[in-house]
């Protein structure tokens, strides 16, 4: 066995998300994760000889060659610098398991399991999973403004906790203090969109508005987190996309914490054409051939099955499905006879296919209409 000879501990959410479930009962939206490892009084070359791949090129954490599961040396940071990286790290092989969990952020996340299932829990995080708080372990938790949004996306993937006083009274210090402006947008977006995922993602908002948490990053949510609503499909891009928000105040979201485009395009597509889809079957022909060809449906269909599933009812997305995904499909189909390509030029060519097009949309939705 490749770490046979190795002091490793299983940490993080592998032995929390195991312990919400034995002492609580609850699901977790974290089960199924990979499991964590800090190694202790080893080297990184030990861990390169063994075939260990190095994550980045400064930072201790490295994947096993079989399992790809990751496995830190044990590590103390100092602070140096504002933000959510301006540390020190010290991973020599003197670090000590304790002084390893004792600069983690919350006690739920500070628990160790050695090899035997023995549990090492120095700063209590037995005891607040079973009261259910979220508290941090030390007050080195101020150092890294990150964890105020960490914070808010566990009370979101967490629905049974709640933020510990002490540490909400941090986290309006870290605020007040205009640390959260020195994260970089990636990372807030990181926190956002686990957060969205979560089983009641409307707490990550309520979280940040208590401590003053949104001014920075999410102030179209001031003033209006009592009104949030989200789907109760767990899907990130759904939730987003559909949040009670105007077009352009979405679109400055996404782009403000440089989101995937994907999020941008449901965006648009929902305000562009969600609307239309609303009285299917009863829509005019020309329409629907226009909504399909922006959205480029007979080439690809991803976008159409997104915008579909912004639907609100189940029932409404599954007609959708049976009914016009098909119809694309028959689209997709229709060609122009060889003695029709052969007396068309240029475009043409195109509004021929069209027509073509919107008279299949006019019978087949004719068809549906009928009593």
């Known amino acids: 066995m490749l770490t046979h000879n190795l002091e490793i ?10 312990l919400i479930i034995e002492q609580r009962g609850e699901p977790d939206s974290l089960r199924g994760k990979d499991r964590d490892w800090v190694v202790v009084g080893a080297t990184a070359e030990e861990l390169l000889d063994l075939g260990f791949v190095q994550v980045g090129k400064d930072f201790p954490v490295f994947l096993h060659p079989e399992t790809k599961e990751e496995y830190a040396l044990a590590r103390t940071e100092r602070k140096l610098g504002s933000g959510h ?19 983690r952020d919350l006690t739920i996340n500070a628990i160790a399991q050695d090899q035997d299932g023995r549990l090492i829990d120095p700063s209590g995080g037995q005891q607040d999973i079973a ?19 960490r914070v808010a996306r566990f009370a979101a993937q967490l629905p049974g906790f709640q933020v510990a006083f002490e540490t909400h009274q941090l986290m309006q210090q870290m605020c007040s203090q205009g640390e959260l402006a020195t994260l970089s947008p990636e990372r807030v977006w990181q926190e956002l969109s686990k957060a969205l995922g979560g089983p009641m993602p409307q707490r990550f908002f309520q979280v940040l508005d208590a401590c003053g948490g949104l001014v920075q990053w999410l102030p179209e949510f001031q003033g209006a987190v009592s009104e949030l609503t989200f789907d109760s499909r ?3 891009t759904i939730r987003l996309a559909k949040l009670p928000l105007s077009e352009q105040a979405l679109l400055t979201l996404v782009q ?8 941008i395009q449901l965006i648009e597509d929902r305000f562009g054409h969600l609307s239309l889809l609303q009285s299917w079957p009863h829509i005019e022909a020309n329409a629907l051939h226009t909504m399909l060809m922006r959205l480029r449906a007979l080439q690809d269909r991803r976008r159409l099955v997104a915008l579909v599933g912004l639907m609100d009812l189940a029932e409404q997305r599954l007609q959708l499905e049976q009914q016009l995904l098909p119809l694309c499909a028959s689209l997709q189909a229709i060609r122009l006879s060889p003695d029709e390509q052969a ?8 509004q021929a296919l069209s027509r073509r097009h919107q008279r299949h949309i006019g019978e087949v939705l004719a068809r549906m209409q009928r009593p």
């Open 343 to 350: 007396q068309l030029q240029g475009a043409e060519f195109g």
């Open 85 to 103: 990286g301006g540390f020190a790290v010290d991973a020599n092989p003197s670090v000590t398991l304790l002084e390893d969990l004792s600069r």
């Open 9 to 18: 501990y299983l940490v993080g959410g592998a032995v929390r998300d195991r």
């Open 234 to 236: 767990p899907e990130p």
């Open 131 to 149: 009261e259910g708080w979220l508290r941090h372990v030390s007050p080195a938790f101020i150092e890294d403004p990150l964890r105020v949004f």
């Open 256 to 263: 403000r914490l440089r989101g995937p485009k994907s999020y």
